[in-house]
């Protein structure tokens, strides 16, 4: 499911994004849920980074969308911003924001359905990359490469990064599952450790960052076997 904001004054505008994203879902496959706001302010106004993909007009009464995309920025450095503009020389100020794309009006389908499916494969390629969590206040999105262990407490897992720890309610199970795939193991009942973050190993010790986390003897084999494949696919 790919969560997408329109953000858009004119009335036929918006209503042309919307059918043509529904076009697009039942020629693609595709999965999208739509939020619509009408100016950049509505959208800045309690923004939180829940979303995949914002399409933003740039000339708006309240808020231009250059102003929009920079206050949103602060909040979200992932999501996709696709400008949406009648005049080349207003989407240059897009690098600024790191913008995608944009789409010049009038618009029209076909070239419409190209810039979705750019769209699609980055979100497809990133997806592999980042864990997609629920949480109480919406939804969060953590880069795998920044996870060093998660550690499993009563009905929460602990998120454990360089300088942050995140607390979810999941599974283990869920999680591992999850991360499947990703060099990700689990060296006992309640850690999983991100191999990439293993530093070294004493006996039935692994030091992942600055902590100490002790591997149980069942897994202690398989545990070595999945991290020497891990380093020796490092090379490759």
Same mark, same amino acid.
């Given at each position: 499911m790919?969560?997408?904001?329109?953000?858009?004054?004119?009335?036929?505008?918006?209503?042309?994004?919307?059918?043509?994203?529904?076009?697009?879902?039942?020629?693609?496959?595709?999965?999208?849920?739509?939020?619509?706001?009408?100016?950049?302010?509505?959208?800045?106004?309690?923004?939180r980074?829940?979303?995949?993909?914002?399409?933003?007009?740039?000339?708006?009464?309240?808020?231009?969308?250059?102003?929009?995309?920079?206050?949103i920025?602060?909040?979200?450095?992932?999501?996709?911003?696709?400008?949406?503009?009648?005049?080349?020389?207003?989407?240059?100020?897009?690098?600024?924001?790191?913008?995608?794309?944009?789409?010049?009006?009038?618009?029209?389908?076909?070239?419409?359905?190209?810039?979705?499916?750019?769209?699609?494969?980055?979100?497809?390629?990133k997806?592999?990359?980042?864990?997609?969590?629920?949480?109480?206040?919406?939804?969060?999105?953590?880069?795998?490469?920044?996870?060093? @262990?998660?550690?499993? &407490?009563? /009905?929460?897992?602990? $998120?454990? %990064?360089?300088?942050?720890? +995140?607390?979810?309610? =999941?599974?283990?199970?869920?999680?591992?599952?999850?991360?499947?795939?990703?060099?990700?193991?689990?060296?006992?009942?309640? @850690?999983?450790?991100? &191999?990439? /973050?293993?530093?070294? $190993?004493? %006996?039935?010790?692994?030091? +992942?960052?600055?902590? =100490?986390?002790?591997?149980s003897?069942?897994?202690?084999?398989?545990?070595?076997?999945?991290?020497?494949?891990?380093?020796?696919?490092?090379?490759?």
């Amino acid at each position: 499911m790919i969560r997408i904001a329109i953000v858009e004054d004119d009335f036929n505008t918006r209503k042309t994004l919307q059918r043509y994203l529904q076009q697009y879902e039942k020629e693609n496959g595709s999965r999208f849920t739509i939020r619509v706001f009408e100016d950049g302010i509505d959208i800045v106004n309690d923004y939180r980074p829940v979303y995949n993909v914002i399409l933003m007009d740039i000339q708006m009464k309240k808020m231009d969308g250059m102003t929009a995309a920079t206050q949103i920025r602060r909040a979200d450095s992932e999501v996709v911003l696709v400008f949406i503009t009648n005049m080349v020389q207003y989407a240059i100020g897009g690098y600024a924001v790191n913008a995608m794309d944009y789409l010049l009006k009038p618009l029209n389908y076909f070239t419409f359905a190209e810039h979705m499916k750019r769209v699609e494969l980055y979100l497809a390629h990133k997806a592999k990359n980042y864990l997609v969590l629920s949480t109480g206040g919406g939804v969060l999105r953590i880069d795998t490469s920044e996870i060093y @262990y998660i550690e499993s &407490l009563g /009905h929460y897992l602990h $998120i454990h %990064k360089k300088d942050e720890v +995140v607390s979810v309610l =999941e599974t283990m199970k869920n999680m591992e599952q999850e991360l499947c795939g990703r060099g990700f193991f689990r060296c006992n009942n309640g @850690y999983l450790v991100n &191999l990439a /973050h293993v530093e070294k $190993i004493d %006996k039935y010790t692994a030091l +992942v960052g600055n902590d =100490e986390i002790q591997i149980s003897r069942p897994k202690k084999k398989a545990f070595m076997e999945a991290l020497t494949d891990y380093l020796g696919g490092m090379g490759k």
